[in-house]
């Protein structure tokens, strides 16, 4: 059974950084790309950030390109999302999601989310 | 950046009903599109993947189609489980893209 558990969500004052971590089971974790999609309270879904199976291809949005970076331990079957200069815009539950196909792709599995509230 | 435009926002129906969700994209897709259904509190779920194919498990009454630029996501035969969100994102590139999404509410 294909398992993603996030984790490292939490209150941060602006300016502030955080890392997420997802911890993936029941797949082969190197062989799918895997995502960060984020959704701001009473808001609708944004993806984030994506990262190639290796590892050596790293994708962003433009809201978040230059402060976040997306990394993977293929080794401990473990997604990672380093976001630095935090914004009360960044406000959201954060979900990893797993690509459902390889090239490029659509989610088929995700998380529970974790939330991060970015507040003074 | 592809943005998508789903249609309508809202939309109030009853059991037993069929509905229709539109989904414009900005430039063409082909058929790089997916369909999600979200509850309050929950992640969303895949119910339809390059346009019209089902994700497994996914009743029939949901369906897709459309390529290019324009897609629908219908629903033959609403049943009360069906009432939630439903949001459709574009794979065209890495830098998916999702829909404003559209509330299913109950009339």
């Known amino acids: 059974e294909v398992q993603l558990l996030e984790s490292g969500g939490g209150l941060v004052q602006p300016g502030g950084s955080l890392r997420l971590s997802c911890a993936a089971s029941g797949f082969t974790f190197s062989s799918y790309a895997m995502n960060w999609v984020r959704q701001a309270p009473g808001k609708g879904l944004e993806w984030v950030s994506a990262?190639?199976?290796?590892?050596?291809?790293?994708y962003y949005a433009d809201s978040v390109r230059g402060r976040f970076t997306i990394s993977r331990d293929n080794s401990k079957n473990t997604l990672y999302l380093q976001m630095n200069s935090l914004r009360a815009e960044d406000t959201a539950v954060y979900y990893c999601?797993?690509?459902?196909?390889?090239?490029?792709?659509?989610?088929?599995?995700w998380g529970q989310g974790t939330l991060v509230t970015v507040s003074s | 950046d592809i943005q998508m435009t789903q249609s309508p926002s809202t939309l109030s129906a009853s059991v037993g009903d069929r509905v229709t969700i539109t989904c414009r994209a900005s430039?063409?897709?082909?058929?790089?599109l997916a369909w999600y259904q979200q509850k309050p509190g929950k992640a969303p779920k895949l119910l339809i993947y390059k346009a019209s194919s089902l994700e497994s498990g996914v009743p029939s009454r949901f369906s897709g189609g459309g390529s290019g630029t324009e897609f629908t996501l219908t629903i033959s035969s609403l049943q009360p489980d069906d009432f939630a969100t439903y949001y459709c994102q574009q794979y065209n590139s890495y830098a998916n893209t999702f829909g404003q999404g559209t509330k299913l509410e109950i009339k």
């Open positions: 430039q063409s897709i082909s058929s790089w």
């Open positions: 999601a797993k690509d459902a196909f390889s090239g490029g792709s659509c989610s088929d599995y």
């Open positions: 990262v190639s199976g290796s590892g050596g291809s790293t």
